[in-house]
């Protein structure tokens, strides 16, 4: 055993004494506190860039859960924001931006003002370092450019992503060009985050699944490896990582070609097959079906204990295959945290 923090000896392959968790969306509306809180700020976004409440909503599952991982309390369309896109959040209704679908709007976007735009961002990093207990770890993150731009192009979220798809295959340029702008911005975003004091990162690929073969080598793999790359240039030894939902059989060529130091797998991959063939490459981070969180119960609890029985003997990491979504009854969380802690690894 070394004297790493639980969380960072996992995403090392090191041997942990028990198996490190954390949920996607841990911090959001399934917590009353968090409900309380937004109420009192006016809105999500105004909880995002203000730091003080950012760090208050980031703190608020931890004191109830005790996870080995604090994330960051923002949002992956902080960036189009900062590039220059109107965006907002509306009540049952997701985000909301002005679609960026031409190559006029896209040259319209700049990266000027943009690290000004998530100053209050960075200072959030930065109070979280002192403000989380010494054994967590924090995690700071961003949308990988595919996902961003899914919503870029389209203005909102779909169920087929057919607006960015089809930019994609019919103006490849165009697309190309916005992208490329994703990789600088997103690479400039994150080692800011690092220099902040995040000390692992992971890149949220929501819709990488709904991409064709070589598609997503094009818009779910390279993007993912340039920015890999940016970061590793002055911080080599960073844990990244990836969560390309819906993947499948690509995740072992995704972690080969990407440079990931870890993923996140969604709720459709099969245990065993997760165990032979991506934890011999890179530790797994995973993968309860979020609605079993909200379901409960001896179906929820045999179902976590078949993913620690299956993972638990290579580097795991317990988590959800999505975010915790928001009529998850919170003693749910707080029985699947218990089972996880006092797992004991055969
Ligand atoms: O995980 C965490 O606790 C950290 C915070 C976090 C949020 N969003 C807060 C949030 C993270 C890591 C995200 C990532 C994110 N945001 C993704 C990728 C992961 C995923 O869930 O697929 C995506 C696609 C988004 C974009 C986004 N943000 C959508 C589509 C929505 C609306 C849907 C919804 O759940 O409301 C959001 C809103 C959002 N992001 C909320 C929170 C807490 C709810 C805002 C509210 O309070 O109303």
């Known amino acids: 055993m070394t004297n790493d923090k639980l969380f960072l000896s996992a995403l090392k392959s090191n041997p942990v004494n028990r198996i490190p968790f954390w949920y996607m969306r841990q911090a959001g509306r399934y917590l009353p506190e968090y409900m309380e809180r937004r109420k009192t700020a006016g809105s999500f976004l105004d909880l995002c860039y203000s730091p003080d409440f950012a760090v208050e909503v980031t703190l608020q599952p ?59 961002v960075y200072e959030t990093v930065n109070r979280l370092g002192a403000a989380i207990p010494e054994t967590t770890t924090l995690i700071g993150f961003a949308g990988a450019p595919w996902t961003v731009a899914t919503y870029m192009v389209q203005g909102h979220g779909s169920p087929d992503q057919a607006a960015a798809r ?26 800011k985050q690092i220099e902040k004091g995040a000390e692992v990162i992971q890149l949220f690929d929501t819709w990488a699944g709904n991409l064709p073969d070589d598609q997503f080598r094009k818009w779910a793999i390279e993007p993912v490896k340039k920015i890999i790359e940016n970061i590793r240039v002055n911080h080599p030894d960073i844990p990244i990582i990836g969560f390309p939902r819906g993947a499948g059989c690509r995740y072992p060529e995704y972690i080969r070609a990407t440079g990931v130091t870890a993923v996140s797998i969604d709720t459709t991959l ?7 063939h991506i934890q011999p490459l890179c530790p797994v981070q995973g993968n309860l079906d979020p609605l079993l969180l909200v379901a409960g119960g001896p179906q929820m609890e045999k179902r976590v204990l078949e993913i620690l029985d299956c993972l638990s003997g290579g580097p795991f990491i317990f988590n959800l295959g999505h975010g915790i979504v928001p009529q998850t009854p919170p003693e749910h969380v707080a029985r699947v945290s218990e089972i996880v802690r006092e797992y004991q690894i055969k």
């Open 62 to 120: 931890l004191k109830r859960y005790q996870m080995d991982a604090a994330i960051l309390f923002s949002d992956i369309l902080v960036v189009p924001q900062a590039l220059g896109q109107h965006l907002e959040f509306r009540q049952g209704e997701g985000p909301v931006l002005t679609p960026v679908d031409t190559a006029n709007k896209i040259n319209g976007l700049s990266m000027e003002g943009f690290h000004e735009h998530l100053a209050p």
């Open 166 to 191: 089809s930019l994609a295959f019919q103006e490849e340029d165009v697309f190309q060009g916005l992208m490329d702008l994703l990789v600088k911005a997103t690479s400039e975003y994150l080692i």
């Open 270 to 276: 099969p245990l065993d097959w997760v165990r032979d």
